[in-house]
Nanobody, 112 residues
């Protein structure tokens, strides 16, 4: 079945960086767009970034443009989210999504 396993979350100080990974299985990864979403405390889940499967074109939420980069490695069935210049408001559970399926999420906490 379709499955995603996220990793790379943790505690980081403001201004720091983290790289999230999402390993996919159960489908032909290279045929589908992939996305990262997040849900902060008391907030609704929101789209952070998306990468398509053909031209690898990307879109980003305005709040993360210039700081986050989504990428994918089709040979490894993995999508990444490089997060730089992290802010306390980036604190959230981050989920990858593809084929209308969610991963289990990984917690990112930005705090001094």
């Amino acid at each position: 079945q379709v499955q995603f396993v996220e990793s790379g979350g943790g505690l980081v100080q403001p201004g720091g960086s983290l790289r999230l990974s999402c390993a996919a299985s159960g489908f032909t990864f290279s045929n589908y767009a992939m996305s990262w979403y997040r849900q902060g405390p008391g907030k609704e889940r929101e789209l952070v970034a998306r990468i398509d499967n053909i031209a690898f074109s990307t879109i980003y939420a305005e709040s993360v443009k210039g700081r986050f980069t989504i990428s994918r490695d089709n040979a490894k069935n993995t999508v990444y989210l490089q997060m730089n210049s992290l802010k306390p408001e980036d604190t959230a559970v981050y989920y990858c999504r593809g084929l209308n399926t969610w991963g289990q999420g990984t917690l990112v906490t930005v705090s001094s």
